[in-house]
Nanobody
Framework: QVQLVESGGDSVQAGGSLELACAASGRIFGRCMMGWWRQAPGKEREWVSSIRNDGTTYYPDSVKGRFTISQDNAKNTLYLQMKSLKSEDTGVYYC???????????????WGQGTQVTVSS
C-alpha cells in the first residue's frame, strides 16, 4: 500500500525560505508524475508544481522562479524548495503521485495529509 507523508512545514517571515519533503512508502506502480498542491483557508486547492519521471518540471506563474521541485528516487522522496516566500503562499501543502492510466493517461491517485506553511508579514 502507498503512503505519502509531508514534512518541513513551518512559520516563516515573508522573504524567507523553506524546503518541504514528501516521503513515499510502498511501490507506486506505473507512476508517471509527482506533484505539490496547496490550499489556503476558504479557497480551492491550487496546483503548485509537477515533475515527470524524466525530470521535466512544471510550475504555474505564481511560483515560477521561486519554487523548485525535485525528486530522489533512491530515497523515495519528493522535495519542494521554496524561496522568496510571500504571504499568499500560506496554506496546507500536499504531496501527490500520479499513475499512468494507459497511453498518455496520467492522473493523480495518491495524496498525503498535508503540512502547514505559514508566511507572516
Amino acid at each position: 500500500q502507498v503512503q505519502l507523508v509531508e514534512s518541513g512545514g513551518d512559520s516563516v517571515q515573508a522573504g524567507g525560505s523553506l524546503e518541504l519533503a514528501c516521503a513515499a512508502s510502498g511501490r507506486i506502480f506505473g507512476r508517471c508524475m509527482m506533484g505539490w498542491w496547496r490550499q489556503a483557508p476558504g479557497k480551492e486547492r491550487e496546483w503548485v508544481s509537477s515533475i515527470r519521471n524524466d525530470g521535466t518540471t512544471y510550475y504555474p506563474d505564481s511560483v515560477k522562479g521561486r519554487f523548485t521541485i525535485s525528486q530522489d528516487n533512491a530515497k523515495n522522496t519528493l522535495y519542494l524548495q521554496m524561496k522568496s516566500l510571500k504571504s499568499e503562499d500560506t496554506g496546507v501543502y500536499y504531496c501527490a503521485a500520479a499513475v499512468s492510466s494507459g497511453g498518455a493517461g496520467c492522473r493523480y491517485n495518491y495524496w498525503g495529509q498535508g503540512t502547514q506553511v505559514t508566511v507572516s508579514s
